[in-house]
């Protein structure tokens, strides 16, 4: 099957993604130099105080961003990027993948007091796992016994995993982190 | 010179304790692996180990991170001679005729000549690491902080510009990384964009942002974009019936010394240079071998010297960057800027004063580099084709791991979730920006040394009262700084060369 063909991905023009990101890091960076005018002036003459270094960085930001934005909306006026065959000048993203992976792994901080370190690491990499062997199984050739295979083949190499970052965090670099199980019957004899 | 030479018993006894001994053994270790993996290259796989260092001490941090840094430029080696994936740009130029040893049945062969290369660019590099580090640190405490100061411009320029595809987006890039270094405290009792939240007084972590940049875009990648790649294929080399001919006879080492040299010299001249890097060494040491060598000409089907050049410089950069980084505290790159912080975070500060008063830790950071690279010697002697294997594991499999490890590693810091918060925010937009070849080494890179720019700054703008153009005005200062306007004016005019030449 065609890589390709099993991703979501979307094309996006490398000016838009540009003119989207500097236009960001722009107003972010005007935004912040507003909040340097309310910092504490110099305490003694020849203290550059608080605001003096972040605002030099800011016209550095100024400097490369402002320029580069008019380049890019020129470039998009024009409508470089668009002719075919010019591959280069877009790049594709799978925004659905993307978002699903920040947000599991966002859950890893907010789950783990709640249900402890073994509960979190296992169900998270399961999810990614499964997911992952699934990638080639298409609603055609899916069968209840591939899915529990995929589930089996994903426990697993979870199990496995989460055992040996246990290993490497709780035993040996000595990471208090909250457990549910582990403590109790595993200590690597350590 | 000599009262380094002083410490050289007691740091020699600290080197061989089984800890130690242990230390550099994990390290070099655990960096073949992680080079042999596609896309990590020594940056990636000092951020995703960072958390290791916890519970170290200076310096076993600092032995056990120049261990995974000369390994892993090393590691990224055995796939791409084996086959044919480098693991990152700077291999790219070994497949060129490392594969094609391969492919000729010479793969033994190949492997020890890119290791015996990768080892000696190790040891030649230290010993002009020591000469260099103490003569430019000498130089170093003659600076004021207003040269200091010029100097961290000085880098920035350098960074700025050779990172990524064009200057305005290295810049940007660098100027983000500044911002970001101001968060928090501000040294003055004032506390700078914060926002009333109480995870960000003490302002970003280093561990965070390291990882979050370096790291975090890779775990991104490897689970998002898995669909794309590609898995590699195993060359079919029956080794067995060459067994004679994958031997390194004398006339081959007679052949290698003037490559061994000249590409060792080149590959420490440019890891000297903040921003030029392993990648850029290798290809300068191949196109330079291919111009100097006898058989220039057959470069790029399977000649031993073709493969000796980019791996002697490859590992001749470690030690290379190392110089700037320690004696004036500028990192000249992602994998140095990851080594500095290493060292603030245990209360070591890089400068020209570490050598006045640390002598015997820049001791041990020199002879761990040669006892690194002789276990280097005998792991890859032993386990070479082993490594391999590494660079076959499905992206699939390798993808979640890499992420779990990057969101435990961080949250392991300080368990504080905010941080992990933090770091896949930053990793995300680092990920995004790569699409878009914003690059995200200059971030890392600025936002080590800002802190650094800014205390020189303060401190030369308090001696002057707060005249800056008696700062700027000194004769060493203005030298450095026009040095810094000319290589901008360089990086920008190549730019725009390139761009021409693309579009005609």
Known sequence: ?190 | MLDLLNHAGPAFAFIIQLPTLGILLLGIILGILLGALPGFGSSQSMALLFPMTFAMSPEHAILFFIAVYSAAEYGGSVPAILIRTPGTPAQAVTVLDGYAMTRKGLAGKALKISLISGVLGGLISTMIFIVGATSLAEIGLQFGPGEMFALGIFGLSIIGTFFGKSPAKGFLAAGIGLMMGTIGSSGFGGLRFTFDQGYLMDGLPLIVVVIGLLAAPEGFRLLVDHRKTIEPTIATVDAEELKEKNKITSLDIRRLIPTWIRCSLIGTAIGIIPGAGASVGSLVAYNEEKRWSKRGDQFGTGVEEGLAAPEISNNSVVAGTLVPSLTLGIPGSGAAAILLGVLITKGVVPGPMLFEEQPQFIMTVFLGLIVGNFIMLAIGLIGARSFAMVAKIPRRILGPFVMILIVIGTYAYANYGAHVVMALVIGAIAYYFDKLSIPAVPIVLAFVMGPIIELNMNRAMTIHAGDMMVVLTRPITVTILLASLATIYFGISRTRKDRLIEED
């Open chain 1, 1 to 190: 099957m065609d890589d390709e063909e099993t991703a979501v991905t979307s094309k996006v023009l490398l000016t838009t993604g540009d003119l989207f990101a500097v236009g960001a890091v722009l107003a972010g960076t005007l935004y912040l130099l507003y909040e340097t005018f309310s910092m504490s002036p110099p305490m003694l003459p020849g203290y550059p105080g608080d605001s003096f270094f972040p605002r030099l960085s800011i016209v550095l930001i100024l400097m490369c961003g402002v320029p580069l934005i008019f380049t890019r909306y020129r470039d998009h006026v024009m409508g470089r990027g668009e002719l075919e065959g010019e591959k280069d000048e877009t790049f594709s993203i799978d925004i659905r993948g993307f978002l699903i992976v920040t947000a599991v792994a966002l859950s890893f901080p907010f789950l783990l007091p709640i249900f402890g370190f073994e509960i979190v690491t296992f169900s998270i990499l399961t999810l990614w796992f499964a997911t992952r062997f699934n990638e080639y199984v298409t609603a055609e050739t899916m069968t209840t016994d591939i899915v529990v295979k995929v589930l089996v083949r994903a426990a697993v190499m979870a199990l496995v995993t989460m055992c040996l970052l246990y290993f490497i965090f709780v035993i040996m670099l000595n990471v208090s982190m909250p457990v549910m199980f582990f403590p109790k019957y595993i200590d690597f004899g350590l």
